[in-house]
């Protein structure tokens, strides 16, 4: 077990609705990561988090936004939900400045858009 | 576009026999690499990890080398056992982690 915990586990969503995912990190890190991962590929980056802010993002437009708290726990929101962002969400935690490609990934959110 | 790529989507291999996963990139200015593990059902799970510096890379019955001439890295597993049954994907450190698709890897007992 990594530590990072990730919820909800799996939600269902209809189109134009808006989503939330929460993500605890593990104990001692204070960096966030988030990817989405659509069946059969490999996770796509969507942005990081470091001391609150965003640092770092992929391909992903506005309407994915996250927030990263003092706690270093985290959370990505997504609006105008669209059938194509049904996928595995998943949430990773690390340490900044650790010059490792190691990180930490919970288990994370299915999200099912009808 | 990625710039990390598996060259199977899948590979099984015979219980205790060795597995090897191939994966290529394209950018020669890529310096370091990693090999992750997804079970079904959860996150990606680190194995091990090479910097261009070296071309060979050894853990616990894993193996990673890396060809910089041909731009391509391998991850070698050693007596397969049951429960090396995953998806793998080669990534390489780009300001972020950068994923390929994953190779599915089936025991065959």
């Known amino acids: 077990e990594t530590g990072v915990t990730q919820s909800p586990t799996h939600l269902i969503k209809t189109r134009g609705q808006q989503v939330t995912l929460r993500c605890s990190s593990q104990?001692?890190?204070?960096?966030v990561s988030w990817y989405q991962q659509a069946l059969g590929q490999g996770p796509q980056f969507i942005f990081q988090?470091?001391?609150?802010?965003?640092?770092g993002r992929g391909n992903f437009p506005p309407r994915f936004s996250g927030l990263q708290f003092p706690n270093y726990s985290s959370e990505l929101n997504v609006n105008a939900l669209e059938l194509d962002d049904s996928a595995l969400y998943l949430c990773?935690?690390?340490?900044?400045?650790?010059?490792?490609?190691?990180?930490?990934f919970g288990e994370g959110s299915r999200l099912t858009v009808l | 576009g990625e710039s990390v790529g598996l060259h199977l989507p899948t590979l099984s291999v015979q219980e205790g026999d060795n597995s090897i996963i191939n994966c290529a990139y394209s950018n020669s200015a890529s310096d370091y690499f990693i090999w992750y593990k997804q079970e079904s059902g959860k996150g990606p799970q680190f194995i091990i990890d090479?910097?261009?510096?070296?071309d060979k890379r050894q853990g616990q019955r894993v193996t990673v080398l890396l060809n910089k001439t041909v731009k391509h890295l391998s991850l070698q597993i050693a007596a397969t056992q049951p429960g090396d049954s995953a998806v793998y994907f080669c990534?390489?450190?780009?300001?972020?982690?950068?994923f390929g698709k994953g190779t599915r890897l089936h025991i065959l007992p």
């Open positions: 990534a390489e450190l780009d300001d972020k982690i950068i």
């Open positions: 104990s001692g890190h204070n960096t």
């Open positions: 988090y470091y001391r609150e802010e965003e640092n």
């Open positions: 990773a935690s690390s340490l900044w400045h650790a010059n490792t490609g190691e990180l930490f």
């Open positions: 090479i910097r261009s510096n070296m």
